[in-house]
């Protein structure tokens, strides 16, 4: 198919084809040609705002973060204007002639460029208060009156901690450029007056003449304007527009369709007048760069840490009186005691998550999982709400006909050898004449025709079920062309292979191709249509022709579709319909079964469509058809003049059968649904299918229980209405709620929080119809409204809005391509593999992260509560007890990697986490990392640094650097054995990094003559001392833990026992 490039975003119009004249051709763009089911997104209202805060209030509680952000967006807008979006003309082939320059045609993700990684990434650091408060104590050592130690003692570890920083966003960087590289790299034909070349996706520009070969994805938008069908018709997914996998027929226009060839279209110099770039569904603005929940509490710990700092500095100068310099000696407290803040608490953080995603990276049993954001991974611990698409997420979009149900009997899998057998008896009947043309098939139908009072066999009855189904439908059969044929249309037919092997069905709805093949499968095959005319061939091998009358589309409105067909064989017209129960049961003859069987079929998770007929004689045809083209050409009321026309064919119809279809869901979906929800999160469903299709696939996804009730949220269009629905809403307990796209957006316009207040008490919510928009907007809600943490997950182009406006996006790289995958946090290969990506992963790496963060402020705090016990003893001297290199090396060789080991901790084992979900209920309320558990860890480091520098004044004898060896190793020693006491399930990368360090310490003893007596620490008095200092500190912490669990178990206890 030849396209003509329109616009480098990803959007499609239809066109109309105004003129019939092939020189200085316009070829005019509307939006008329839009679906309204499909594309009708309007822009969303803002959220209600309660109350406005004032003056001071209103400048403290956030005014002036608000005032910052609309100077820079004003300095912004001043530096880059946008430039004006206006209509254009797009000339054929010739992008030469465009009358502005237009952006590149090429995607990219990456968060910086050349010139912004630096400042970026230097901006995203010290926007942290850890961060700016080390800058600023490393600058404060310039200054000569407040220099403590030596400069690489402050700039070492802060130039460490940007380092690991910098590499790590600059991997992440790169590998995002590679995945751009990768999408725009994609090779495309484009048509020139040469011929054929080839051209990379990004180097696409407005005017060019583009072949898109089959089953290649669209690269921007296009115009239609050739195929190689004869009839200009060609089928489209628009899976990354609005996650719809369905096959939509459009049709080229007509007068380029008709050129002889493709050369021809450089000849006509025809152009396209398109109206301007529009704000829909599919184009959005801005960067943005997440920050977890484990961070953002951590940066308020460690406000609370400068608090604390702060405080102690200034009781540390009013003891000393306010003597001399005072406010010199508060800075050098401060910066003596600035350890209480641990500068390494963002690289172990940082490194820790690293590991996490290459964990999660290395799991053989989420094989194809990728992490694209490094710096979430404890996000996965932490999530309440998850928001999934339904096509492509929870279902493979492949439909497989199950049972066919005609009132009195019923087929299911296993018996559809039968229904082969009675279709197959009618066609024996009569011999196929020679070469099997389908003048002369004449099935034995017309006597029973004749006498309809007598009752029908069932081999009849499932003949013209059958046969119903084979033909009311719009599927078209497509055959490869042979392998080397040309492309040209007037040669494509010449060039087909016909063999069943060769033969696919495309059509605008996955259930209608499920419905074909299944009557392929007992034996009558599709293998022929035009606009005019359809082929079934037999069992025995007649081929069966049909005129192809009428033919009445499905529409949301009427939730059927009809068509009008005359047998060439038999001159018989009939109308035949199928569509849903609701819209069917006033159509067909009374009956005492199809409302119970659709009941029974929908409680199996099938798809359910009612196929009924109407003998049509051809003068009631002749009538009809009369009226009928008189509606369509009337000027008022047209719609409405032509459903009446139909309507009046609608009555007294044959019901033929029931059938049902069912949309196979993915692997292990069910379970997986169970295992989240016995975790504590709820599951909400955001599709833009509809409302019958989603019900049903909450019901058989389990998504909705066997045992809980469903309210339908009936339309809604206005306040009233809402209001009266709302309360009655409000009265249901314990049901799932579906409501659609529209009454939403209405409800949202006026009871924004009733509603959300309302549907999160619901076990499951369904929103059917739902824009991408709307998507994004029911994740903002429930974050704004809950202040839970939401995760999306989405397979299509149309969740990306969702999956980046959730706390923790996640993609599933399927059919609907790659666009999900590439924009979310992660990306994995099935659904299924949310489970262990949850309950393994998210729960270890939050709970490994907190751990790991308390325990580097228990180091920090540690170390700072000796300083102030020094200085306290010592007359409040602002004199450091540690310099040079026994800080740095305490920080980095002799504690870092058994600290650093604590990533490799676990408190159950994966298989345990994912037999029992509900352990990961704990998480979600924030205990392992709270102030609570933050204060435990501050009181046992006041303990500690208080028995360590005592201990060490009380047994040190002559010289004062005795007491710097005892305090200063028996420092080491605690910091290794509360690591031990802190793990919870040994690895033998653990025992090596405790081994590893203390002989790292006992070996620098040797090298450390300027600040140990080297003839005291090879003494047993030394090694008694340390022995001493070091079991007072650490076994009642001991004895302790061992009381708590004995008394307090925690929920994992019995577990991992």
């Given at each position: 198919m030849v396209c003509l490039v329109t616009k480098n975003v990803a959007t499609w119009y239809q066109l109309e084809d105004e003129s019939a004249h092939l020189d200085e051709m316009p070829l005019m763009m509307s939006e008329e040609g839009f679906e309204n089911d499909e594309s009708d997104y309007h822009t969303?209202?803002?959220a209600r705002i309660t109350r406005r805060k004032r003056g001071l209030e209103w400048f403290v509680c956030g005014g002036w973060k608000f005032l910052c952000t609309s100077c820079c967006d004003w300095l912004i807008n001043i530096c880059q204007r946008?430039?004006?979006?206006?209509?254009r003309t797009v000339w054929l082939g010739h992008p030469e002639k465009c009358e502005e320059k237009h952006p590149r045609n090429s995607i990219k993700n990456q968060k910086?460029?050349?010139?912004?990684?630096?400042?970026?990434?230097?901006?995203?650091?010290?926007?942290?208060?850890?961060?700016?408060y080390f800058l600023v104590v490393s600058c404060s050592q310039f200054v000569p009156a407040l220099k403590i130690g030596y400069l690489y003692t402050y700039w070492a570890p802060l130039g460490f901690v940007l380092a690991v920083t910098i590499m790590r966003e600059a991997i992440d960087e790169f590998r995002r450029f590679q995945r751009d590289k990768e999408v725009n790299s994609q090779l495309y034909s484009k048509l020139t007056i040469r011929g054929k070349v080839q051209v990379k996706s990004s180097d696409i520009q407005v005017g060019d003449l583009i072949i898109v070969e089959k089953n290649q994805r669209i690269p921007s938008d296009m115009v239609f304007l050739r195929t190689s069908e004869k009839a200009g018709s060609c089928f489209i997914r628009t899976d990354q527009l609005d996650g719809e996998t369905d096959w939509k027929l459009k049709v080229a226009v007509s007068c380029t369709q008709r050129l002889p060839a493709l050369g021809d279209l450089f000849s006509i110099s025809a152009y396209v007048y398109a109206q301007k770039p529009q704000l829909d569904i599919h184009s959005f603005e801005g960067t943005f760069t997440r920050v977890g929940l484990l961070d953002l509490e951590l940066n308020q710990l460690t406000k609370a840490l400068f608090g604390a700092l702060v405080a102690l500095s200034v009781v540390m100068v009013t003891l000393q009186g306010f003597a001399g310099p005072w406010y010199r000696n508060l800075f050098r407290f401060l910066l003596l005691l600035s350890y209480i803040i641990p500068i390494s608490l963002r690289v172990n953080l940082d490194m820790g998550k690293a590991a996490y995603g290459w964990m999660i990276m290395k799991d053989e049993s989420i094989p194809g999982t990728v992490v694209r954001t490094s710096t979430i991974p404890e996000e996965l611990g932490?999530?309440?709400?998850?928001?999934?698409?339904?096509?492509?997420?929870?279902?493979?979009?492949?439909?497989?006909?199950?049972r066919l149900h005609l009132g009195t009997v019923s087929y299911g899998?296993?018996?559809?050898?039968?229904?082969?057998?009675?279709?197959?008896?009618?066609?024996?009947?009569?011999q196929p004449p020679a070469g099997g043309h389908a003048g002369s098939a004449t099935p034995p139908r017309k006597a029973q025709s004749a006498a309809p009072k007598v009752r029908r066999s069932v081999s009849s009855r499932v003949h013209e079920a059958v046969r119903a189904i084979a033909l009311c439908h719009n599927v078209t059969p497509?055959?490869?062309?042979r392998a080397g044929a040309p492309a040209e249309a007037e040669d494509a037919e010449a060039d087909q292979d016909f063999s069943d092997g060769n033969r696919t069905y495309q059509a605008a709805s996955p259930?209608?191709?499920?419905?074909v093949q299944w009557t392929e499968s007992v034996g009558l095959t599709l293998v022929s249509r035009d606009l005019a005319s359809m082929q079934l061939r037999s069992p025995s091998g007649q081929l069966l022709t049909f005129s192809v009358l009428q033919t009445f589309p499905f529409t949301s409105e009427s939730k059927r579709m009809g068509i009008i067909v005359r047998d060439e064989s038999t001159a018989e017209i009939t109308f035949y319909m199928k569509g849903a129960d609701v819209a069917m049961s006033p159509i067909v003859q009374y009956n005492d079964w199809l409302e119970e069987e659709c009941g029974n079929m929908a409680r199996e998770g099938l798809r359910t469509l009612v196929v009924a007929k109407r003998a049509l004689t051809e003068e009631q045809y002749q009538d009809f058809e009369s009226r009928y083209s008189q509606a369509k050409l009337s000027i008022h009321d047209r719609a409405l003049k032509v459903a009446a026309v139909v309507e009046s064919l609608e009555r007294e119809m044959e019901l033929l059968c029931l059938t049902g279809v069912e949309d196979q869901l993915q692997a292990d979906v069910r379970p997986t649904l169970e295992m989240l929800r016995n975790a504590g999160i709820k599951i909400w469903m955001l599709t833009g299918d509809k409302l019958e299709t989603a019900t049903c696939i909450a019901k058989s996804s389990h998504l909705v229980s066997r045992t809980q009730d469903i309210h339908i949220f009936r339309p809604v269009t206005n306040r009233g209405e809402a209001h009266l629905e709302l309360n009655a809403f409000r009265r249901k307990h314990d049901c799932a709620l579906v409501i659609s796209g529209d009454s939403l957006e209405v409800c949202l316009k006026f009871y924004e929080h009733e509603l959300v207040d309302l549907a999160c008490q619901c076990p499951a919510v369904v929103c059917c119809r739902c824009s991408p928009t709307q998507k994004a907007r029911i994740v903002k809600l429930l974050q704004q409204h809950t202040g839970r943490r939401t995760c999306a997950i989405g397979d299509g182009g149309n969740d990306v809005s969702m999956i980046q406006m959730a706390d923790c996006g996640i993609g599933i790289e399927g059919k609907e391509g790659r666009q999900a995958a590439l924009a979310a946090d992660f990306s994995i290969a099935q659904f299924r593999h949310v489970g262990r990506l949850l309950m393994v992963h998210g729960r270890s790496s939050y709970k490994r992260s907190a751990a790991l963060g308390q325990f580097v402020m228990h180091r920090g705090l540690i170390i700072s509560t000796m300083q102030a016990v020094f200085s306290s003893v010592f007359y409040f001297a602002s004199v450091p007890l540690y310099q040079g290199f026994l800080m740095v090396g305490y920080a980095t060789l002799y504690t870092m990697f058994p600290v650093f080991s604590l990533v490799l901790d676990q408190d159950v084992k994966p298989e345990m986490a994912m037999l029992y979900p509900e352990l990961y209920k704990d998480l979600t309320k924030g205990r392992s990392l709270s102030f609570k558990t933050f204060l435990v860890w501050v009181l046992v480091s006041v303990y500690q640094g208080g028995i360590l520098m005592y201990g060490a004044l009380l047994l040190f004898e002559s010289e004062f650097v005795h007491v710097v060896a005892i305090s200063f190793t028996a420092l080491i020693l605690t910091e290794l054995l509360m690591v031990a006491l802190t793990v919870r399930t040994w690895h033998w990368l653990m025992v090596v990094a405790e081994v590893l360090s203390l002989g790292c310490y006992v070996a620098s003893l040797a090298f450390l003559n300027e600040y140990f007596d080297v003839a005291f620490i090879t003494s047993a008095t030394f090694v008694w001392k340390v022995s001493a200092v070091t079991a007072v500190s650490c076994l009642p912490l001991y004895a302790l833990k061992h009381l708590k669990r004995r008394l307090a178990p925690p929920s994992y206890s019995k577990l991992s026992s």
């Open positions: 969303l209202p803002r946008k430039r004006e979006l206006k209509a910086y460029n050349v010139f912004t990684f630096i400042p970026g990434v230097l901006y995203e650091q010290f926007k942290f208060f850890l961060n700016l932490r999530l309440v709400y998850l928001l999934t698409d339904k096509t492509g997420t929870l279902t493979q979009n492949e439909m497989v006909f199950k899998a296993d018996t559809m050898d039968e229904i082969q057998s009675h279709l197959r008896n009618p066609y024996t009947q009569a497509v055959y490869e062309p259930d209608e191709v499920a419905l």
